[in-house]
């Protein structure tokens, strides 16, 4: 893991900075939210996406670097322009295990999104948050439906349903590496939250407060068409590759269980490793019985934050505020407090 020292040390070289992050998955929200803080912007992009990415005014990046592939991050160029790299789930597929070793000051822990990569830590810190999760199993321990996930942050794409042992084995290659679920039927809500050292709402941590910014549901596609295909007599194989996301408005009598859940996810993560900081979402199951299950944690900003008109941002902020606003605060007021390498690493 690249010393935080280091990390600190580089970030007092900087007399000023500039937020970067590569162009996919939020980037757009990213660049946005700096804009509404007047923080300089720099997209590391891919030749093939610039027209995109300089399409949209109010959201373009002041500069862009452009690399052959996004596992190419220009370190001393982003370090030239005093930069702080935000990441969400592009940089994580894309750098893998590698984010550890970026000598380059990363927004939040990049202890988090290691332990994200790692689904039995993560089972592991859902546990010590005292949040409910599905079983997890063996594949001789198969007896009715499991989801089959893979490593990465690829937004479902080849996960699996299987409900036998026998099925397990036909479908998942020898030594694969795989987290096998109990399969748990209800609404999927997917938390946006946010964690600060020094912000005034939502619940109180050990370590500063804990806001809730939305909720959204991800769209499968055709796993969310099942009913469809069902009726037409299709024999299609379902498939989880997120396509989109909608908003979600809960019933106002489960939200304290989820802003406790917020809670307990910050107050265990700083034993584990060192603390969350900035955005992160839990993806949950609500049952027929309004039990909460949790299956995953993202450790960084969700694609479901795209998403604009959600209420608890507004009564949080008093403001339309969507979380790449909430970063771009979050650094400005840091910066300016002069306390950057308490939430950079």
């Not at 399969?183 to 939502?202: K, L, Q």
């Not at 407060?209 to 469809?228: K, P």
């Amino acid at each position: 893991m690249f010393a935080k020292e280091e990390i600190d040390q580089i970030l007092d070289s900087y007399d000023d900075f500039t937020i970067a992050t590569i162009c996919s998955h939020s980037a757009l929200q990213i660049f946005h939210g700096a804009k509404q803080y007047s923080i300089k912007t720099i997209g590391i992009c891919t030749e093939e996406s610039r027209e995109l990415y300089e399409s949209f005014p109010y959201a373009t990046p002041d500069e862009l670097l452009i690399v052959d592939d996004y596992s190419q991050i220009p370190v001393d160029e982003l370090r030239e322009r005093n930069s702080i790299l935000v990441p969400h789930g592009s940089l994580v597929e894309y750098t893998g295990d590698g984010i550890k070793d970026l000598a380059l000051p990363i927004f939040g822990n990049r202890g988090s999104l290691l332990f994200e990569r790692d689904r039995n830590n993560m089972f592991d810190w859902m546990e010590k948050a005292g949040l409910k999760v599905p079983r997890i199993l063996q594949p001789e321990e198969i007896d009715g439906p499991a989801i089959v996930k893979f490593p990465g942050a690829k937004g479902g794409k080849g996960y699996l349903v299987v409900n036998s042992p026998e099925e397990y084995y036909q479908k998942v290659a020898e030594g694969a590496k795989t987290m096998i679920q109990e399969f748990i039927v209800g609404v999927r809500a997917y938390i946006h939250y946010f964690h600060s050292f020094d912000g005034d709402a939502g619940y109180s941590t050990n370590y500063g407060n804990v806001e809730m910014l939305g909720i959204d549901q991800r769209m499968e596609t055709n796993a969310d068409e099942i009913a469809r295909q069902l009726s037409v007599g299709a024999n299609i194989p379902i498939s989880f590759t997120v396509m989109g996301n909608q908003s979600l408005v809960l019933r106002e009598s489960l939200l304290p269980k989820y802003m406790e859940m917020g809670r307990g996810i910050c107050n265990s993560s700083k034993g584990l490793f060192g603390g969350i900081h900035g955005p992160f979402c839990v993806e949950t199951i609500i049952t027929d019985d309004l039990d909460i299950y949790s299956f995953e944690i993202s450790a960084r900003i969700v694609a479901g934050t795209n998403l604009l008109g959600n209420p608890y941002s507004l009564y949080t902020h008093g403001t339309e505020y969507t979380t790449g606003m909430r970063i771009a605060k979050e650094l400005k007021d840091a910066f300016r407090n002069k306390n950057l390498g308490e939430i950079i690493y």
